[in-house]
């Protein structure tokens, strides 16, 4: 919607009693279907309370993260999820890292990039995105091809959205 700067989700599932389950038994489910899935790195647990899932450990791309969260997400009797996987860098250099970015930029038809300014420090796998896009889709298309570039571990959302 247009003007929308942020959104506080403060939904909070309740599940009836027939779909409850005890707390050791959602783990089991929640690790199984986590090791089932071949996009979620073995590094990935999960520990529960009360219905609520917290996913710890380490992944190499936000891809892999987000994966790690749907697998859980669709595991019966889950009633939130807290995202806590750190990622870690590997790999590229800094020049291919942004060249990666750069180029999916390109390649995306509904995003003008050509207001958009791309730093990256290898070390730590931080990406700034700096600039102006012209909607928050175009907002959106920057940061998702940042994020899916290999070894980018966090990203610094700098980029403005002018009308």
């Given at each position: ?97 942004a060249e990666a970015i ?21 070390d730590t796998g931080t ?37």
């Amino acid at each position: 919607m247009k003007g929308v700067v942020r959104v506080d989700d403060q939904l909070r599932i309740r599940l009836l009693d027939e779909n409850r389950r005890d707390d050791a038994d959602l783990r089991r489910s929640v690790r199984h279907a986590l090791l089932l899935n071949s996009l979620v790195p073995s590094s990935i647990d999960a520990t529960v309370d009360a219905g609520q899932i917290t996913l710890t450990g380490t992944a190499t791309s936000q891809f892999q993260r987000a994966e790690a969260e749907q697998v859980t997400a669709r595991v019966r009797g889950v009633c939130g999820i807290a995202n806590d996987v750190r990622l870690v860098p590997f790999g590229p250099a800094a020049d291919d890292i942004a060249e990666a970015i750069t180029q999916a930029m390109r390649r995306n038809a509904r995003l003008d990039a050509s207001n958009i300014s791309i730093a990256v420090r290898h070390d730590t796998g931080t990406v700034r995105l700096t600039g102006t896009v012209n909607s928050w889709a175009d907002h959106d298309e920057g940061i998702t091809a940042a994020w899916n570039a290999p070894g980018v571990v966090t990203i610094i959302d700098d980029l403005r959205v002018v009308y």
